[in-house]
Protein backbone atom coordinates (compact mmCIF):
# COMPACT_ATOMS: atom_id res chain seq x y z
CA UNK A 1 0.00 0.00 0.00
CA UNK A 2 1.38 3.60 -0.46
CA UNK A 3 2.06 5.29 2.73
CA UNK A 4 1.64 8.72 3.06
CA UNK A 5 3.94 10.47 5.94
CA UNK A 6 2.49 13.92 6.98
CA UNK A 7 4.74 16.32 8.69
CA UNK A 8 4.62 17.98 11.61
CA UNK A 9 1.75 15.65 13.28
CA UNK A 10 0.94 18.84 15.58
CA UNK A 11 1.21 22.65 14.31
CA UNK A 12 0.72 25.18 17.06
CA UNK A 13 0.52 28.48 15.10
CA UNK A 14 0.15 32.12 15.75
CA UNK A 15 -2.92 34.09 14.68
CA UNK A 16 -2.05 35.75 11.18
CA UNK A 17 1.23 33.90 10.72
CA UNK A 18 1.51 31.45 7.99
CA UNK A 19 1.57 27.57 8.30
CA UNK A 20 3.09 24.71 6.23
CA UNK A 21 2.18 21.35 6.16
CA UNK A 22 4.26 18.48 4.10
CA UNK A 23 2.93 15.49 3.23
CA UNK A 24 5.14 12.92 1.55
CA UNK A 25 3.81 9.52 -0.44
CA UNK A 26 6.23 6.29 -0.94
CA UNK A 27 5.37 6.27 -4.72
CA UNK A 28 4.61 8.72 -7.53
CA UNK A 29 1.35 9.64 -7.74
CA UNK A 30 1.34 10.99 -11.24
CA UNK A 31 -0.87 9.03 -12.93
CA UNK A 32 -1.31 8.72 -17.05
CA UNK A 33 -3.71 10.71 -17.99
CA UNK A 34 -1.34 14.05 -16.17
CA UNK A 35 -3.00 14.35 -13.02
CA UNK A 36 -1.49 13.83 -9.96
CA UNK A 37 -4.34 12.36 -7.12
CA UNK A 38 -3.05 14.11 -4.03
CA UNK A 39 -6.01 15.70 -2.13
CA UNK A 40 -6.02 17.61 1.21
CA UNK A 41 -8.96 17.66 3.60
CA UNK A 42 -9.97 19.83 6.53
CA UNK A 43 -11.92 18.30 9.95
CA UNK A 44 -12.84 20.65 12.05
CA UNK A 45 -13.61 19.47 15.72
CA UNK A 46 -17.01 17.98 15.70
CA UNK A 47 -17.54 18.30 12.08
CA UNK A 48 -17.08 15.41 9.29
CA UNK A 49 -14.12 15.83 6.66
CA UNK A 50 -14.24 18.41 3.94
CA UNK A 51 -11.98 18.55 1.01
CA UNK A 52 -9.98 21.67 -0.05
CA UNK A 53 -7.57 20.86 -2.36
CA UNK A 54 -7.62 19.07 -5.01
CA UNK A 55 -5.02 17.22 -7.37
CA UNK A 56 -2.49 19.00 -5.35
CA UNK A 57 -3.40 22.23 -6.22
CA UNK A 58 -7.17 22.81 -7.03
CA UNK A 59 -9.01 25.05 -4.43
CA UNK A 60 -12.46 23.97 -3.46
CA UNK A 61 -15.72 26.30 -3.87
CA UNK A 62 -15.48 28.43 -0.85
CA UNK A 63 -12.22 27.48 0.76
CA UNK A 64 -10.50 30.70 0.89
CA UNK A 65 -7.34 31.62 -0.95
CA UNK A 66 -5.15 31.76 2.30
CA UNK A 67 -4.78 27.96 1.47
CA UNK A 68 -2.83 26.65 -1.32
CA UNK A 69 -1.28 23.35 -2.31
CA UNK A 70 1.30 22.42 -4.14
CA UNK A 71 4.52 19.70 -5.07
CA UNK A 72 4.54 16.98 -7.55
CA UNK A 73 5.62 13.20 -7.99
CA UNK A 74 5.65 12.30 -4.25
CA UNK A 75 6.33 15.39 -2.45
CA UNK A 76 3.39 18.07 -1.50
CA UNK A 77 2.85 20.89 0.77
CA UNK A 78 -0.41 22.54 2.04
CA UNK A 79 0.24 26.35 3.09
CA UNK A 80 -2.22 28.50 4.99
CA UNK A 81 -0.44 32.14 4.72
CA UNK A 82 -2.21 33.47 7.17
CA UNK A 83 -4.13 31.18 10.07
CA UNK A 84 -7.44 32.52 11.63
CA UNK A 85 -9.16 30.66 14.24
CA UNK A 86 -11.65 29.31 12.18
CA UNK A 87 -8.51 26.84 10.60
CA UNK A 88 -8.16 24.68 13.89
CA UNK A 89 -8.65 21.41 13.30
CA UNK A 90 -7.14 18.32 11.91
CA UNK A 91 -5.61 18.31 8.54
CA UNK A 92 -4.95 15.24 6.06
CA UNK A 93 -3.66 14.25 2.60
CA UNK A 94 -5.48 11.57 0.67
CA UNK A 95 -4.00 9.60 -2.02
CA UNK A 96 -6.58 8.51 -5.53
CA UNK A 97 -3.78 7.27 -7.57
CA UNK A 98 -3.68 3.48 -6.22
CA UNK A 99 -5.82 1.09 -4.89
CA UNK A 100 -6.15 1.33 -1.68
CA UNK A 101 -6.59 4.78 -1.59
CA UNK A 102 -4.72 6.01 1.59
CA UNK A 103 -4.57 9.06 3.77
CA UNK A 104 -2.10 10.51 6.32
CA UNK A 105 -1.66 10.54 9.91
CA UNK A 106 -3.36 14.08 9.96
CA UNK A 107 -1.85 17.31 11.29
CA UNK A 108 -3.71 18.57 14.10
CA UNK A 109 -3.44 22.70 13.84
CA UNK A 110 -3.67 24.59 17.19
CA UNK A 111 -3.75 28.17 17.77
CA UNK A 112 -0.15 29.46 19.82
CA UNK B 1 -26.93 20.80 -2.44
CA UNK B 2 -25.09 17.27 -1.98
CA UNK B 3 -25.92 15.58 0.98
CA UNK B 4 -25.43 12.14 2.14
CA UNK B 5 -26.64 10.96 5.02
CA UNK B 6 -25.60 7.47 6.63
CA UNK B 7 -28.03 5.19 8.90
CA UNK B 8 -27.67 1.79 10.47
CA UNK B 9 -24.69 2.41 13.08
CA UNK B 10 -25.43 0.23 16.04
CA UNK B 11 -23.97 -1.53 19.02
CA UNK B 12 -23.04 -5.03 17.87
CA UNK B 13 -21.06 -7.88 19.53
CA UNK B 14 -18.57 -8.85 18.17
CA UNK B 15 -18.64 -11.38 15.27
CA UNK B 16 -21.57 -9.87 14.58
CA UNK B 17 -23.17 -8.06 11.43
CA UNK B 18 -24.53 -4.49 10.77
CA UNK B 19 -25.64 -2.97 7.63
CA UNK B 20 -24.58 0.60 6.95
CA UNK B 21 -27.09 2.90 4.66
CA UNK B 22 -26.16 6.50 2.73
CA UNK B 23 -28.93 7.79 0.71
CA UNK B 24 -27.81 10.75 -1.60
CA UNK B 25 -29.62 13.28 -2.84
CA UNK B 26 -28.93 16.59 -4.44
CA UNK B 27 -26.99 15.04 -7.37
CA UNK B 28 -27.49 12.39 -10.04
CA UNK B 29 -26.35 9.81 -7.66
CA UNK B 30 -26.10 6.98 -10.35
CA UNK B 31 -23.08 9.29 -12.51
CA UNK B 32 -20.92 9.11 -9.75
CA UNK B 33 -18.50 6.49 -7.89
CA UNK B 34 -18.63 6.05 -4.01
CA UNK B 35 -16.39 5.27 -0.74
CA UNK B 36 -16.68 4.70 2.77
CA UNK B 37 -14.13 6.08 5.18
CA UNK B 38 -14.39 5.27 8.92
CA UNK B 39 -12.51 7.47 11.86
CA UNK B 40 -11.73 5.24 14.92
CA UNK B 41 -12.65 7.44 17.95
CA UNK B 42 -9.30 9.51 18.29
CA UNK B 43 -7.97 8.57 15.24
CA UNK B 44 -7.48 9.71 11.40
CA UNK B 45 -8.91 8.73 8.73
CA UNK B 46 -9.02 5.20 6.81
CA UNK B 47 -10.25 4.71 3.55
CA UNK B 48 -12.23 1.06 3.56
CA UNK B 49 -14.12 1.03 0.25
CA UNK B 50 -14.84 2.59 -3.20
CA UNK B 51 -17.96 1.21 -5.73
CA UNK B 52 -17.63 2.94 -9.40
CA UNK B 53 -21.54 4.61 -10.73
CA UNK B 54 -22.10 0.96 -11.76
CA UNK B 55 -20.89 -1.23 -9.86
CA UNK B 56 -18.50 -2.83 -12.03
CA UNK B 57 -15.29 -1.14 -10.02
CA UNK B 58 -15.43 -2.33 -6.38
CA UNK B 59 -12.26 -1.89 -3.90
CA UNK B 60 -11.53 -2.63 -0.46
CA UNK B 61 -8.92 -1.88 2.16
CA UNK B 62 -7.06 -5.17 3.18
CA UNK B 63 -8.34 -4.47 7.08
CA UNK B 64 -11.97 -5.34 5.64
CA UNK B 65 -11.63 -7.55 2.54
CA UNK B 66 -13.97 -10.16 2.91
CA UNK B 67 -15.70 -9.35 5.55
CA UNK B 68 -16.98 -6.27 4.15
CA UNK B 69 -19.07 -5.88 1.18
CA UNK B 70 -19.85 -2.69 -0.76
CA UNK B 71 -22.82 -2.14 -2.64
CA UNK B 72 -25.33 0.33 -4.21
CA UNK B 73 -28.62 0.41 -5.32
CA UNK B 74 -29.18 3.50 -7.95
CA UNK B 75 -32.65 3.37 -8.45
CA UNK B 76 -32.67 4.20 -5.03
CA UNK B 77 -30.31 6.84 -4.53
CA UNK B 78 -28.11 4.41 -1.90
CA UNK B 79 -24.95 2.92 -1.00
CA UNK B 80 -24.75 0.31 1.88
CA UNK B 81 -22.03 -1.40 3.23
CA UNK B 82 -22.65 -5.12 4.83
CA UNK B 83 -20.37 -5.70 7.39
CA UNK B 84 -19.72 -9.42 8.87
CA UNK B 85 -17.63 -10.84 11.37
CA UNK B 86 -17.35 -7.58 13.40
CA UNK B 87 -14.27 -6.44 15.44
CA UNK B 88 -13.40 -4.56 18.43
CA UNK B 89 -11.42 -2.74 16.10
CA UNK B 90 -13.99 -2.00 13.41
CA UNK B 91 -15.77 0.51 16.28
CA UNK B 92 -15.60 3.94 14.50
CA UNK B 93 -17.65 6.51 12.64
CA UNK B 94 -18.43 5.56 9.16
CA UNK B 95 -18.58 7.85 6.55
CA UNK B 96 -19.77 7.78 3.19
CA UNK B 97 -18.56 10.04 0.64
CA UNK B 98 -19.01 10.77 -3.47
CA UNK B 99 -16.31 10.12 -5.58
CA UNK B 100 -15.29 13.37 -7.50
CA UNK B 101 -12.18 11.75 -9.10
CA UNK B 102 -10.03 9.54 -7.16
CA UNK B 103 -11.24 11.36 -4.00
CA UNK B 104 -14.30 12.23 -1.62
CA UNK B 105 -15.50 15.65 -2.71
CA UNK B 106 -18.64 15.30 -0.60
CA UNK B 107 -19.22 13.32 2.76
CA UNK B 108 -21.90 12.46 5.08
CA UNK B 109 -22.29 13.33 8.84
CA UNK B 110 -21.09 9.87 9.65
CA UNK B 111 -22.77 7.11 11.74
CA UNK B 112 -21.36 5.25 14.68
CA UNK B 113 -20.63 1.91 15.12
CA UNK B 114 -19.59 0.11 18.54
CA UNK B 115 -18.49 -3.40 18.32
CA UNK B 116 -18.25 -4.40 21.97
CA UNK B 117 -19.51 -7.15 24.45
Known amino acids: DVVMTQSPLSLPVTLGQPASISCRSSQSLLYSDGNTYLHWYQQRPGQSPRRLIY???NRDSGVPDRFSGSGSGTDFTLKISRVEAEDVGLYYCMQGRHWPHTFGQGTKLEIK | EVQLVESGGDLVQPGGSLRLSCTAS????????MNWVRQAPGKGLEWISYISYSSSSIHYADSVKGRFTISRDNAKDSLYLQMIGLRDEDTAVYYC??????????WGQGTLVIVSS
Open chain 1, 55 to 57: KVS
Open chain 2, 26 to 33: GFNFGYYS
Open chain 2, 97 to 106: ARDGDGDCDH
